[in-house]
Every structure is written in structure tokens, then in C-alpha cells.
């Protein structure tokens, strides 16, 4: 079982950047694809970005394609989400989540694709 700790949510101004990052702390990193949901106050889950296991594969949503980049770095058993040109509506507490199901390309973009979840890490925007 692998457990998750997101981190680098913070405050930012419209059109800035932050990045955060997912570090697992159980498990072998490399066995698992990695994704980014996002929940705004009052609304559902959404997802975000994911990356397969073999780094190779990637997805976004329509919503941050361009902007956001999902990558991982196994060495250092961290996903990355680096996020440019925030707004407003970015605004969100951000997931990370996990799973070894699949295969190596796999990236899912439901939560039901997903294991595991981390606490979530709030990104704030202002105008």
C-alpha cells in the first residue's frame, strides 16, 4: 500500500504559477500511474492531469491543457504538477492519487481509476 502527501498549494495571483508535488511514501514508485483531481467548493471532483507508469503516456483535461504539466521523477518516488497562467477558477483543493492497475501506458481519468489518495493541498487565485 503506498501512502501520498501533496504539497506547494498555496496562494497565488492570476496568471501566476505554482507547482506541486505528490510524494510517496511506501511502495516502489514505478509500479504506479499518478493523476491530479481537483474540487472546487460546491462542485465535484474533477480530474486533472494523469501520467502512466512508464512516464511515457500523458492526459489532461480540456480545462488545463496547455497550462498545466503532469510529470514523475521515480529516483525521488514524486509526480509533479506544474501549473502556469492560473485562474480564478483553478481555484481548488488538489488530489493526488495512485493505482498499479493497468497497463504501463494506462492513465485514467476517472476517480474510480484510482487506489489511493492523498489528502488534498489548496490552490487559491485571486483575481
Known amino acids: 500500500q503506498v501512502q501520498l502527501v501533496e504539497s506547494g498549494g498555496g496562494l497565488v495571483q492570476a496568471g501566476g504559477s505554482l507547482r506541486l508535488s505528490c510524494t510517496a511514501s511506501?511502495?516502489?514508485?514505478?509500479?504506479?500511474?499518478y493523476g491530479w483531481f481537483r474540487q472546487a467548493a460546491g462542485k465535484e471532483r474533477e480530474f486533472v492531469a494523469g501520467?502512466?507508469?512508464?512516464?511515457?503516456?500523458?492526459r489532461y483535461s480540456d480545462s488545463v491543457k496547455g497550462r498545466f504539466t503532469i510529470s514523475r521523477d521515480n529516483a525521488k518516488n514524486t509526480s509533479y504538477l506544474q501549473m502556469n497562467s492560473l485562474r480564478p477558477e483553478d481555484t481548488a483543493v488538489y488530489y493526488c492519487?495512485?493505482?498499479?492497475?493497468?497497463?504501463?501506458?494506462?492513465?485514467?481519468?476517472?476517480?474510480?481509476?484510482?487506489?489511493?489518495w492523498g489528502q488534498g493541498t489548496q490552490v487559491t487565485v485571486s483575481s
Open positions: 511506501e511502495g516502489t514508485f514505478s509500479r504506479y500511474a
Open positions: 501520467i502512466g507508469r512508464s512516464g511515457v503516456f500523458t
Open positions: 492519487a495512485a493505482d498499479s492497475r493497468g497497463t504501463i501506458n494506462t492513465v485514467a481519468s476517472n476517480s474510480g481509476g484510482y487506489t489511493y
